[in-house]
C-alpha cells in the first residue's frame, strides 16, 4: 500500500519509486532534483497523508 498526498504523483512511478528524472527534457534538472528531495523529507517528517491509495495486486 502507497500512501501518497494530493499531487504526490508527480514524483512517484507507478510502484510508488520516486522520479529522480525531471518529467519533461525542458525541465531543469537541478530545480526537480530540490522538489524531490523537498518531497522525501516530507516522508521522513511523517506528515499526515490527505490520500490514501491502494495498490491491487
Not at 12 to 32: C, N
Not at 36 to 45: D, N, S
Amino acid at each position: 500500500m502507497s500512501i501518497l498526498r494530493a499531487g504526490d504523483e508527480k514524483f512517484h512511478y507507478s510502484d510508488g519509486s520516486h522520479r529522480w528524472i525531471a518529467p519533461d527534457p525542458d525541465y531543469d534538472q537541478a530545480v526537480w532534483d530540490e522538489q524531490v528531495r523537498q518531497h522525501k523529507l516530507g516522508h521522513l517528517r511523517d506528515e499526515r497523508p490527505k490520500v490514501r491509495l491502494r495498490r491491487l495486486v
